[in-house]
């Protein structure tokens, strides 16, 4: 599913628990049923959104693209 721009951005201040402004696997690990992400695709979501490959990902890498652009990939999905 597809979210709206300012939902994606709540959903991303929601999931970084260490308000740290960067998602980190720990947190994705953490949030994976809200962001209706299959815990063993994790990996695959991560490179996705981490534009930068520090193993981070920030609110332009979440918010800019993955969660709003299109709907998550299907296969990622629980």
């Not at 979501?45 to 299907?74: E, N």
């Amino acid at each position: 599913m597809a979210y709206k721009q300012a939902d994606a951005e709540k959903m991303f201040f929601a999931l970084d628990k260490d308000g740290s402004g960067y998602l980190t696997m720990n947190e994705l690990q953490a949030g994976a049923k809200t962001l209706g992400v299959a815990e063993d695709k994790l990996e695959d979501f991560m490179r996705s959104a981490d534009k930068s490959a520090d193993g981070k990902i920030d609110i332009k890498g979440s918010c800019g693209g993955v969660l709003t652009a299109k709907p998550l990939q299907s296969s990622w999905l629980t």
